[in-house]
């Protein structure tokens, strides 16, 4: 069993910056891969970025050259760093971490960029 709690969420104007964190506690060294996806109203959660343990890395297009993510695997946080925001980055930020077999979710914390 994994828990995970997201931190660091709020409202920036377009062109801010922001940082997601997240910390798993439970199982955290059987986790393979962590990351995040977010879900804008009205529309399906979407990948942002994850990373695996050998740090290798996902990242949406749209995010690219602007989010970076990070992992600390011996604490169990994954951080993600959110520059040159926009009022489309507006979704509800979800951390995640995949085991072999089970996946975790966290909340969710709120990010909204206005224009």
């Known amino acids: 069993q994994v828990q995970l709690v997201e931190s660091g969420g709020g409202l920036v104007q377009s062109g801010g910056s922001l940082r997601l964190s997240c910390a798993a506690s439970g199982s955290i060294f059987s986790i393979a891969r962590m990351g995040w996806y977010r879900q804008a109203p009205g529309k399906e959660r979407e990948l942002v970025a994850d990373?695996?343990?050998?740090?290798?890395?996902n990242y949406a297009g749209s995010v690219k050259g602007r989010f970076t993510i990070f992992r600390d695997i011996a604490k169990g946080t994954v951080s993600l760093q959110m520059n040159s925001l926009k009022p489309a980055d507006t979704a509800v930020y979800y951390c995640y971490a995949r085991q072999s077999v089970n996946g975790y979710w966290g909340q969710g914390t709120q990010v909204t960029v206005s224009s």
């Open positions: 990373i695996g343990i050998g740090g290798s890395t």
